[in-house]
């Protein structure tokens, strides 16, 4: 499992690494009963502390997408694949709708946004 960690985004490390996961159960990657890596291994490989990976790990779990058995690991729990997508789309849909509240403060035009979130878009 290759994660991507971007250490000078404003995004915290162990949301990033949540993000990630989440990401891999609902495309299949990661599937009921996978393992992931231990928190030493896991911190080892991205260079970051295990106290970062841990609590990525107990965010999932607390989250209802991972089950930790003392002694033996981590492993992902059965999930609903389009409840996680649902659940992705309304925070996106959160942050698309503080960005248009920010335009309009800006006094920007809404065929403007349009026109910049397209161009985003395309990228």
Same mark, same amino acid.
């Given at each position: 499992?290759?994660?991507?960690?971007?250490?000078?985004?404003?995004?915290?490390?162990?949301?990033?690494?949540?993000?990630?996961?989440?990401?891999?159960?609902?495309?299949?990657?990661?599937?009921?009963?996978?393992?992931?890596?231990?928190?030493?291994?896991?911190?080892?490989? =991205?260079? /970051?502390?295990?106290?970062?990976?841990?609590?990525?790990? +107990?965010?999932?779990?607390? %989250?209802? &997408?991972?089950?930790?058995?003392?002694?033996?690991?981590?492993?992902?729990?059965?999930?609903?694949?389009?409840?996680?997508?649902?659940?992705?789309?309304?925070?996106?849909?959160?942050?698309?709708? =503080?960005? /248009?509240?920010?335009?309009?403060?800006?006094?920007?035009? +809404?065929?403007?946004?349009? %026109?910049? &979130?397209?161009?985003?878009?395309?990228?």
């Amino acid at each position: 499992m290759n994660f991507i960690i971007n250490t000078s985004s404003m995004i915290p490390i162990y949301e990033q690494i949540v993000d990630q996961i989440k990401v891999c159960i609902r495309d299949g990657k990661l599937k009921e009963n996978d393992i992931l890596p231990s928190v030493r291994t896991l911190s080892k490989e =991205l260079k /970051i502390s295990a106290l970062t990976v841990k609590k990525a790990y +107990d965010s999932l779990e607390s %989250e209802g &997408f991972v089950i930790t058995v003392h002694g033996k690991g981590t492993y992902i729990a059965a999930t609903n694949k389009e409840l996680l997508l649902e659940e992705q789309k309304k925070e996106l849909e959160k942050d698309l709708d =503080l960005a /248009i509240q920010k335009g309009r403060r800006y006094g920007i035009h +809404d065929d403007d946004i349009r %026109e910049l &979130f397209e161009l985003i878009l395309e990228g």
